[in-house]
């Protein structure tokens, strides 16, 4: 840091910190870089004076991480956060790397995983998992004009698992942290058969809009997949 020059915010800092272990991940073949860049980011949270109020920028860094069309600094919300967190070389070295480490092989995932756990962190899950659904729904009514990549299940069950990482690591990131690794395949389920790219005007034909039965019945089938993953099985 520049002499005078003001300390790194903690979003900047979770970062820095997702940077260095992706480096070192990268180097190792062995090495899955998603669930290092996590268990480094864990460190980091538990080694803060209090947790509890790390949360939401931690899932930040997490989700810029994966954001490869940079959409989360365009949100108010974050705009300020996510200012001067890297420079253009780091920016295209992020988007290399998130390229090849998302869930299942997609950055989409990941974005929405991590940003729905930041705004879970920030205004809890029922809230996160409304404010998931409004964007999907901005996306679908889009697509009906043929912009975007439409209305996806998909997402919508990235975002629930990221909401249900979120809570459960508020109790149990100590072990993690302790054992020095973790397998995010095992909190995030497979988004097979969810089906994706859908215009709104689909979305109310097939399910009946978003307060629908068939619509509530794949929101249910979806929180099913998430809660049948391996860490929840098993966890106590």
């Keep these: 840091m520049l002499e005078g020059s003001a300390p790194p915010s903690r979003v900047a800092a979770y970062c820095e910190t997702i940077r260095h272990a992706a480096n070192v991940a990268q180097e190792d073949p062995s090495r899955r870089l998603l669930d290092d860049i996590v268990v480094a980011v864990l460190k980091d949270v538990g080694n803060s004076p209090d947790p509890n109020d790390c949360w939401e920028d931690a899932w930040l860094a997490l989700a810029h991480f994966f954001d490869s069309q940079d959409r989360l600094q365009a949100v108010s919300l974050y705009t300020t956060k996510l200012s001067g967190v890297e420079t253009a070389d780091q920016r295209l070295v992020r988007k290399q790397l998130a390229a090849r480490s998302g869930p299942e092989g997609r950055v989409d995932l990941g974005t929405h995983f991590f940003a729905a756990a930041a705004l879970s962190a920030r205004f809890g899950p029922k809230h996160a998992r409304t404010l998931g659904l409004a964007k999907e ?21 990235a975002n629930e698992a990221g909401i249900e990482f979120a809570q459960h690591m508020k109790t149990h990131f100590a072990a993690v942290v302790a054992a020095n690794q973790i397998d995010l395949r095992d909190y995030i389920p497979t988004v097979d058969g969810l089906d994706e790219g859908l215009r709104w005007s689909e979305v109310e ?32």
Excluded: M, N, W
């Excluded at 996306?139 to 069950?157: H, N, Q």
């Excluded at 399910?207 to 929840?232: D, K, M, P, T």
């Design 137 to 157: 729904r901005q996306d679908g009514e889009k697509y009906d004009e043929d912009i975007g990549t439409g209305f996806s299940f998909a997402d919508l069950c």
């Design 205 to 236: 034909e097939q399910y009946g809009g978003s307060q629908g039965h068939r619509f509530q019945s794949r929101l249910r089938r979806i929180r099913e997949r998430v809660l049948g993953c391996e860490a929840y099985r098993r966890s106590p």
